[in-house]
């Protein structure tokens, strides 16, 4: 005989604590990304002009555990998303609007939706900003990302983009800009525009000057260049960092050096949680245990790095106390 529904009500495990990935990509299934990956690898290899690329983004080739693996094919989403119920996870997803959207069919209460513009030179600006205005008043888009200018070898304050920013201002939309890191050899081996240079944070002050009420939101917490970021977080009081990327594919214990110097120099409510998921459902758990296991942080502040101060930057919900 069945229980009465009382006792089943009492005997289901509680959910765990919300969490929100700021940081998040509308991957398609066909993505290049998807061989298994050892995440936090200890080295990254030297090459030689003639060697052939090695490993991914110059990982050395390890042996791990936890080993990530692609989910199997045409199973990708529908195991994020069983992922994200089993986690408690809230994201902000980037990509074209289309395949945003369908990764908010797939989990309408759990995708928060972001996209971004395009720059190239030929772009007719009056038309992209009348689309971006479409998408953040009447498309129900949120954020304003990734914006990948360092790729292209842009300052985020290149006077060319400004009047996105300013639409991301008037509308009262956050930014996300993708600043630091960029994997192993990018610029020689994959992408011969991308600058390591443009990734500084500083780059930022001439934009926030001219738009001071931006909110801004440093993609990979603008890693290596700890010094600058520093800077930058205490002169401008609206900007905040994610730690996605950076959390699983560095050294573990450069990763836990770096989010405990943002946290010591008393910036510990400007660190959102993200794992710039593209296409392993398993980085989740793992990039969440990070956090978790940090013994540097104090409770509360755990939380407030996993769900509070991204709540707080995107306006979504209230604090979650330990």
Same mark, same amino acid.
């Given at each position: ?66 080993? +990530?693996? !692609?989910?199997? *094919? ?7 998303? $069983? &992922?994200?119920?089993?986690?408690? /996870? ?63 070898? +842009?300052? !985020?304050?290149? *006077? ?7 639409? $991301? &201002?008037?509308?009262?939309?956050? /930014? ?78 450069e990763v836990n050096r770096y989010i405990e110097r943002i946290v010591d120099a008393g910036f510990g409510d400007r660190v959102m949680f993200g794992t710039d998921q593209v296409a392993w459902p398993g980085l989740m758990a793992h990039s969440i245990s990070i ?5 540097y942080l104090s409770p509360q502040q755990k939380r407030d790095i996993l769900y509070n101060n991204a709540a707080r930057f995107l306006r979504i919900g209230s604090k979650v106390d330990n």
């Amino acid at each position: 005989m069945a229980a009465p529904l009382a006792a089943q009500e009492e005997s289901r495990p509680e959910a765990p604590p919300p969490i929100i990935d700021v940081h998040f990509h509308a991957t398609l299934e066909s993505s290049s990304l998807g061989d298994p990956i050892c995440p936090n690898p200890q080295q990254f290899l030297a090459l030689d002009p003639s060697d052939a690329p090695g490993g991914f983004f110059g990982w050395s080739q390890e042996d791990c555990s936890p080993r +990530l693996y !692609p989910a199997p *094919p045409g199973e990708y989403l529908s195991t994020l998303v $069983a &992922e994200m119920e089993r986690l408690n /996870v809230t994201a902000v997803v980037f990509g074209d609007p289309e395949s945003v959207h369908a990764y908010q069919q797939a989990a309408p209460d759990r995708m928060i939706a972001g996209t971004t513009f395009a720059s190239e030179p030929d772009t007719d600006k009056a038309a992209e900003l009348r689309r971006l205005e479409d998408l953040f008043t009447d498309g129900g888009f949120k954020v304003m990302g990734e914006i990948g200018l360092q790729y292209q070898g +842009l300052s !985020p304050s290149d *006077p060319s983009v400004d009047e996105y920013f300013a639409l $991301a &201002e008037r509308l009262d939309i956050p /930014v996300a800009i993708h600043m630091g890191t960029g994997g192993s050899g990018r610029a020689n081996v994959l992408m011969p525009t991308f600058r390591a240079s443009m990734g500084d944070p500083l780059l930022l002050e001439d934009l926030l000057a001219r738009h001071p009420k931006l909110r801004v939101q440093i993609m990979h917490a603008g890693y290596p260049m700890i010094d600058n970021l520093l800077t930058l977080l205490q002169a401008n009081a609206y900007v905040h960092v994610d730690i996605a990327g950076l959390i699983w594919s560095y050294p573990i214990e450069e990763v836990n050096r770096y989010i405990e110097r943002i946290v010591d120099a008393g910036f510990g409510d400007r660190v959102m949680f993200g794992t710039d998921q593209v296409a392993w459902p398993g980085l989740m758990a793992h990039s969440i245990s990070i956090i978790q296991n940090a013994e540097y942080l104090s409770p509360q502040q755990k939380r407030d790095i996993l769900y509070n101060n991204a709540a707080r930057f995107l306006r979504i919900g209230s604090k979650v106390d330990n």
